[in-house]
């Protein structure tokens, strides 16, 4: 689950116990100009990725850990991210 602290703009992806849906984890994203910026999200490699459709960066997130591992520049802005078949695919913006 995404979440942000929109005052201070700093989303951050929120790891999540399943049996007392109490956050146990908030990974920071960066810090955004916007209130509402535009994040993707998808599982599989072995990793949660994160599109920042306003930084257009690709985030690569060790699932174990929970900490930034990669930061990839996109040209344009990611809007949609799959993952399957030993690749992710983006969707991008101009």
């Known amino acids: 689950m995404a979440g942000a602290d929109y005052a201070g703009r ?3 992806l929120w790891r999540i116990d399943p049996q007392t849906l109490q956050v146990t984890q908030a990974i920071p994203l960066g810090k955004s100009r916007f209130s509402a910026s535009y994040f993707g999200l998808a599982t599989g490699e072995g990793a949660v990725w994160v ?3 306003e930084g257009g960066t690709l985030l690569r997130i060790d699932p174990g850990t929970g900490t930034v591992v990669s930061t990839t520049r996109i040209g344009g802005h990611p809007s949609g991210i799959a993952v ?3 690749r992710v695919w983006l969707s991008v913006d101009d």
């Open 10 to 12: 700093h989303p951050a």
């Open 51 to 53: 599109t920042d459709h």
């Open 84 to 86: 399957g078949a030993g």
